[in-house]
């Protein structure tokens, strides 16, 4: 009910306005199902496969999206970095929404996301599994776990007080494309992402979204050992 | 000189004869010829380790040559670690612009 009067909120244009990133490797299994829903509520994707070696990409282009191909497998950060070159480079889009391909988010969660954009009460908008009550159930305890560990982490390392610190749901102003440069290229982009928001002062805040912990989601999350390889990346600032 | 002597020996001439044909840069060349002849020294001639090693305040020659071996190699990977990040980041450049200018479009888009 709640998603429903925000999207109320959310005047057909800034929907025109809205780009959809989704970094893809292998996942013909669910990137169709994803695809479906975000062109039937008419937001313009971008979708950027990472050198997949399934039917990736022959399933995106049934669909209304612009492909970005990898001929090398660099990592999520990367591909979603290159999706942030495009939309600056080619597109006159004013709001930026990173999406994942697993099916993991929630199509009805972006209005959330891309309300405080609108209204310019915020510059980022970071999806918070953790501020819905109803979330939560089905995440594996190493998941749990790790997402403590980040918490603590981001804590420590930007002072930033979030409840989420590793959701890929979030959604940004075009202006914040200028200053936020990821460069690492694995999974530790998502803590990246984070220490320039701090670094810039940019004004954030936290939405709350829904994650779906299905074992398709299970099997392509992250797990804790993981978690060790961005810690790894964050320290000797590998890319 | 014994058998041992003369292969290690001639292990070492061949690896300095490899990286001496390679691209490598002229300053980690320099340095792998004179840690190559170093090593061929203390093959030859065992107890020079050990002198070295009596006047630098370490007890054997074993333990200095342990030492050095430990110096060279963390240098080593140190330095090819760093030359793997530079040759990542420009893949990531090339890759990224050439996804950028060849951009496909599906159904409904861009045609």
Redesign the interface.
């Known amino acids: 009910m709640k998603t429903i009067e925000t999207e109320d909120k959310i005047r057909p244009e800034i929907i025109q306005e809205t780009w959809v990133v989704i970094s893809a490797f292998n996942e013909e299994e669910s990137i169709g199902e994803v695809l479906s829903k975000l062109a039937e509520k008419g937001y313009h994707i971008i979708i950027v496969d990472d050198c997949s070696t399934d039917q990736t990409s022959k399933v995106a282009l049934d669909f209304p999206v612009t492909l970005l191909k990898h001929l090398v497998n660099l990592g999520q950060g990367a591909a979603i970095q290159t999706g942030f070159d495009y939309i600056l480079k080619h597109t006159d889009a004013k709001y930026i929404i990173t999406f994942d391909a697993d099916g993991q988010h929630d199509v009805d969660d972006i209005p959330g996301l891309l309300l405080p954009l609108a209204t310019g009460k915020s510059d980022v908008a970071l999806g918070s599994r953790f501020l819905r009550s109803t979330t939560g159930s089905g995440m594996p305890k190493s998941k749990m776990i790790t997402l403590q560990l980040g918490l603590i982490f981001t804590r420590i390392s930007t002072g930033l007080k979030l409840t989420d610190t590793h959701n890929g749901l979030r959604g940004m102003k075009r202006d914040v494309l200028n200053k936020i440069k990821i460069e690492q290229n694995r999974m530790a982009h998502a803590s990246e992402i984070l220490t320039q928001i701090a670094q810039h002062k940019i004004r954030y805040c936290e939405v709350p979204v829904t994650i779906r912990y299905t074992p398709y989601s299970k099997k392509k999350g992250q797990s804790i050992f993981n978690s060790l390889n961005i810690l790894w990346d964050l320290f000797i600032g590998k890319k | 000189m014994t058998f041992f002597q003369i292969i290690i020996i001639l292990l070492i001439l061949v690896s300095l004869i490899l990286i001496n044909r390679s691209k490598v840069h002229l300053v980690e060349r320099t340095l792998f010829i004179i840690v190559t002849i170093g090593g061929i020294f203390l093959v030859i001639f065992p107890e020079l380790a050990s002198k070295v090693a009596h006047l630098v305040g370490i007890g054997r020659g074993s333990d200095l040559i342990l030492y050095l071996f430990t110096v060279f190699s963390w240098f080593w990977f140190t330095a090819i670690?760093a030359k793997m990040?530079r040759t990542?980041?420009i893949?990531?450049i090339i890759?990224?612009a050439?996804?950028?200018d060849?951009?496909?479009?599906?159904?409904?888009?861009?045609n």
């Open positions: 670690s990040r990542n980041s893949l990531t890759v990224r050439n996804a950028i060849n951009p496909l479009f599906g159904d409904n888009k861009g």
